[in-house]
C-alpha cells in the first residue's frame, strides 16, 4: 500500500519543516488539497504555495483539485511542480480536454469521484487515466469518517481495469486502512491519521502493516 501524506492537516505555519517531516517519515507520496470555495465550501491554497513547497522533497506531488474548472487552472499547477494532478468527475471541465492538457505537461492524470457520483462515471476515461480517486468522504474537509460503502466502487473499478491504480481519501486510519487494502485499494491519503499521532514514521508503518494483514 503507498501513502499519500494529506498536508491539509500539517502546520501551515512551518509548511517546509512538514513537508521535510513527511519525506523521512516514509511517505511515498505528498497529497495535496486544492480548494477554491465553489466546488467544496472550504479555501486551502494554491500553485504558489505548492511551488514553495516543491524544493523540500522529491516525493511525487499527488495535487488533488476540488476546483470548479480544472482545465483553466491546471497548467499552473503543472509549472508549480505537480506529478500527478487528480481533478474531479463533477467539475465543470471537460475530461478529454483536461486529461490531454495534464499528459502534454508531462504529468499523470487521475480522476474523481465523490460519494454521490457512482465509478461508471469515469468508465470512458480509464484507458488514459493513471489512477482514479474514490473519495470516502464529503470533499472540503480533513478529519472526516471513512464511508465503507464506497469500498464496492473500488471493486468495480478494479474489475474495469486490473492495472488501474486506485485512491481513497478521507478518514483513513489503521482500522480503515485494512478495509480499504482488502476492497484492492492501491493509495491510500491520510492526513489527520499522520499528523496527529505522536510519531508520523510509527504512524506511517502501522497504516502500512495494518493493510498488508488487510490483504492477507
Ligand atoms: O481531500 C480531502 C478532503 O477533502 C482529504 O485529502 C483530507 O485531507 C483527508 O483528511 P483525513 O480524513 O485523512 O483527515
Ligand atoms: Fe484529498
Redesign the pocket.
Known sequence: MLISS?M??SDFSKLSDEIIRMDISGADWI?L?VMDGHF?PNLTFGPPVIAAMRPFTDKPFDV?L?IDEPLRYAPEFLKAGADLVTFHAESSSDPDKTIELILSGGAKPAMAVKPGTPARAVFPYLDRLFMVLVMT?E??????KFMPDMMEKVKELKRAKPDLLVQV????NSETVAEAARAGVDVC?????IFKAPDAAQAIRELKAAAGAGRE
Open positions: 494529506s491539509l492537516a497529497h488539497d467544496v488533488h476540488m468522504v470533499p472540503g474537509f480533513g478529519g472526516q481519501d478521507g478518514g483513513i491519503v491520510a492526513g489527520t491519521g
